[in-house]
């Protein structure tokens, strides 16, 4: 393990004190480094949240709304309008202070324009609409280019090319400008999501030395009293898929090491994670067949679809005392919470009427309280209202 340094005129300072003091064998100065604490590094600016005094903070999760879909045809438009819906109730229901934007915002092998930014654009609404900030993390659905249906080939044999724009002509012939296949790169759209939405998004491009792999950040949720004091930290990363391999690096899983060691040293404040597609552990604490104690949730309908490769951050996150729970999307089957050693894997709901399946539609909700009495608590709720699937990630 790499130990972190203090700086050098104190070690200094230190190892002298220790030879005046007379010691005939004073400890190696390593040892006098671990002496010393490391004060946490301070997070500021967009990437701080405030708790409001005397209330929960409360996070709806809205998780692979797959905009864009079928973006040729009346049906995929209508989807969209009903994902509107179903995140504009349980908004409306829940009045969150937080939305996190789980991955697969949009469909973007179905869209073939050259800047899917705005159905992008259109998934984050609800929440930009009621002024509630957001954070959101790419999955495998947001950065592909686009996938020919082979429907287009079948009659003449020559596809007539609709592209939807935002003047929702024809762009057969001649008019070829809207029309793209190529994707929008992640960095596009997150660019796009940040200058257009601040200070709501709290989205970040991540650091560059990650890049191409880009939602990879960190954000605080401070006490009501003093902003410079965390309750919480959450971790976004991004899980790969679409261009990219779906993976989380080494190079990711260090940087959440060395991250994680500046700002919150003795692993003192709580901490949870999101991504989108689940880390092979899934597969080890999902139920057979009907979901039971230890695990809670409403739907276990297919098998856990899990990255192709790790590199470390599981190992990494189960040793760590602070993290709590990770929150992954992916599977639209799927919305329960498991143990898995001493944290909480759970999944989201499938919030969209995009993607496949038919499950009724709904968004977990996180609960954080307190800074003393620390707790996490989570559900799902609904588009018909119903709640269900409460579950304490704190104990
Ligand atoms: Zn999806």
């Known amino acids: 393990m790499e130990l972190r340094r203090p700086p050098v005129h104190l070690t200094i300072a ?76 349980i908004l409306d229901a829940e009045k969150p202070d937080f939305v996190v934007y789980l991955g697969d915002l949009v469909t973007a092998n179905n869209v073939p324009v050259a800047n899917a930014s705005s159905y992008w654009g259109q998934a984050t609404s609800p929440a930009r609409q009621r002024g509630i900030p957001w954070a959101s993390v790419f999955g495998n659905h947001d950065d592909m280019p686009f996938e020919w249906p082979i429907e287009w080939f079948s009659g003449p044999g020559i596809p007539e090319v609709r592209c939807p724009d935002e003047t929702n002509s024809s762009c057969s012939g001649e008019v070829h400008y809207s029309c793209s296949f190529k994707g929008t790169q992640r960095l596009v759209l997150m660019k796009n999501e940040v200058e257009q939405n601040a200070p709501l998004s709290r989205s970040k491009f991540g650091p560059k030395e990650l890049w191409p792999s880009i939602s990879n950040y960190v954000l605080q949720l401070s006490s009501p009293d003093d902003p410079k004091s965390p309750v919480l930290f959450m971790y976004f990363l991004d899980s790969g898929g679409g261009s990219y391999p779906e993976v989380i690096s080494r190079a990711q899983a260090k940087w959440f090491e060395r991250k994680s060691r500046e700002i919150n040293p003795e692993s ?3 901490e949870i994670i999101f991504w989108h597609i689940p880390s ?26 899990a990255q192709e490769a790790e590199f470390g951050i599981m190992d990494m996150l189960a040793k760590r005392p602070s993290v709590k729970a990770i929150f992954v999307g992916h599977n639209h089957g799927l919305d329960w919470c498991c143990p898995y050693e001493k944290l909480w894997l759970c999944y989201a709901r499938h919030t969209g009427y995009g993607g496949y399946g038919n499950w009724a539609r709904g968004a977990r909700m996180v ?29």
């Open 367 to 395: 609960e954080v309280t307190g800074e003393q009495d620390f707790s996490l608590k989570s559900w799902i709720r609904m588009e018909d209202g119903k709640v269900h699937s409460e579950v304490v990630l704190s104990s």
């Open 280 to 305: 092979k552990a899934y597969k080890e604490v999902a139920p057979w067949f009907g979901i039971r104690k230890p695990c809670v949730g409403s739907i276990n309908k297919e098998s856990v679809a």
């Open 14 to 89: 230190l190892v002298c004190l220790l030879f005046v003091s007379g010691s005939a064998n004073p400890p190696p100065p390593y040892d006098v480094i671990e002496l010393i604490p490391t004060p946490a590094t301070r997070l500021h600016g967009s990437s701080v949240l405030r708790m409001q005094r005397g209330a929960p903070f409360k996070i709806a999760i809205f998780a692979d709304l797959h905009f864009g879909e079928a973006a040729w045809t009346d049906w995929g438009p209508a989807q969209d309008a009903n994902s509107v819906r179903v995140m504009s109730d």
């Open 268 to 270: 003192k404040v709580p």
